[in-house]
């Protein structure tokens, strides 16, 4: 099946930084979807993004399907923000659940 | 509701119990996912629903993993005679259409001692 590397795997930042968390995949998708897990494992979906770009605030998020990776760009990075950063994606051919990476794990201190 | 609501939130069980979690997805939602996230792990896909249909079972560890959805919407995921490496935190998700953006609830915790 596909591959899903996330990396970093972890990182602590100050609140304020920005920080970019990339996600590679080994295969040609049709779904990649980007999650946030809060400290009390609740997943937020942050966006749907099998290509090109997407913004929500501080976030944004590009997905480069010819290349096969995307990158997640937090900016202005508050507490809040802690958390495990997931991609999860889905190449089709048949199968219908998303493959999650095993996601970046950020902390952010005031 | 508003989002997908799963209970019980927490469950114990004995090794060897049965165990039912409940899943209620986002009304009008076709697609139903359920997942096994172990600590520290990324969510691993266990099986599908389209509307009542299972489509796809494949993630299921062992035949003592069954999933239903007979009506189309809350599903139930049961676990017979259950294990130690059953413990984990088993999460529903819902999605308007198949391949359309996930939506989680907040998980049932299993522990089996």
């Known amino acids: 099946g596909i591959q899903v590397e996330q990396s970093p795997p972890d990182l602590i930042l100050q609140e304020g930084a920005n920080s970019t968390l990339r996600c590679n995949f080994s295969d040609s998708v049709n779904n990649l979807q980007w999650f946030h897990q809060n400290p009390w494992g609740q997943l937020i979906n942050l966006f749907y993004i099998p290509s090109g770009t997407k913004q929500n605030g501080r976030l944004s998020a590009t997905t480069v399907a010819t290349e096969r990776y995307s990158l997640l760009y937090i900016s202005s990075s508050q507490t809040t923000d802690s958390g495990v950063y997931f991609c999860a994606v889905n190449s089709g051919g048949g199968a219908d659940g998303l493959t999650f990476g095993k996601g970046t794990h950020l902390i952010i201190q005031p | 509701g508003a989002g997908v609501s799963q209970s019980p939130r927490y469950k114990v069980a004995k090794r060897g119990q049965d165990v039912a979690l409940r899943c209620d997805p986002i009304?009008?939602?076709?697609?139903l996912f359920w997942y096994q996230q172990a600590l520290g792990q990324g969510p691993e896909f266990l099986t599908y629903?389209?509307?009542?249909?299972?489509?796809?079972k494949s993630g299921l560890p062992s035949d003592r993993f069954f999933a239903e959805r007979p009506e189309g919407s809350v599903s139930t995921l049961k676990i017979q005679r259950t294990q130690q490496e059953d413990s984990a935190v088993y999460l529903c998700?819902?999605?308007?259409?198949?391949?359309?953006?996930?939506?989680f609830g907040n998980g049932t915790r299993l522990t089996v001692t």
């Open positions: 009304s009008g939602h076709v697609s």
């Open positions: 629903f389209q509307n009542e249909a299972q489509l796809d």
């Open positions: 998700a819902s999605s308007l259409l198949t391949g359309s953006p996930l939506h």
